[in-house]
Nanobody, 114 residues
Framework: QVQLVESGGGLVQPGGSLRLSCAVS????????MGWYRQAPGKERELVAH???????NYADSVKGRFTISRDNAKNTVYLQMNSLKPEDTAVYYC????????WGQGTQVTVSS
């Protein structure tokens, strides 16, 4: 059974940091490209970052230089370190394969506000 369990979200002030985690089960994690996505209220879900099995990474222009995606294949977990957060980063964050092909998890809410 495939499961994606995101955690680590919360309320943070502008300029702050958060580290998101996504525990993945039910797939051969190490061979899959994994991505972090987000959906803000009233907007389409968008890709934030993805990481290949060889640890090569790509980022959306809006987060480049502020966010870092990483993975731990031994723990079947993908991370998103988010620094210098802005109010426009407020969204529900999800992980999935890239391109996405799994049922979405519950996501984790990130709210950036003073």
């Amino acid at each position: 059974q495939v499961q994606l369990v995101e955690s680590g979200g919360g309320l943070v002030q502008p300029g702050g940091s958060l580290r998101l985690s996504c525990a993945v089960s039910g797939i051969i994690f190490g061979t899959n490209t994994m991505g972090w996505y987000r959906q803000a209220p009233g907007k389409e879900r968008e890709l934030v970052a993805h990481i290949y099995s060889n640890d090569w990474t790509n980022y959306a222009d809006s987060v480049k230089g502020r966010f870092t995606i990483s993975r731990d294949n031994a723990k079947n977990t993908v991370y998103l370190q988010m620094n210098s957060l802005k109010p426009e980063d407020t969204a529900v964050y999800y992980c999935n394969t890239y391109p996405y092909r799994l049922d979405w998890g519950q996501g984790t809410q990130v709210t950036v506000s003073s």
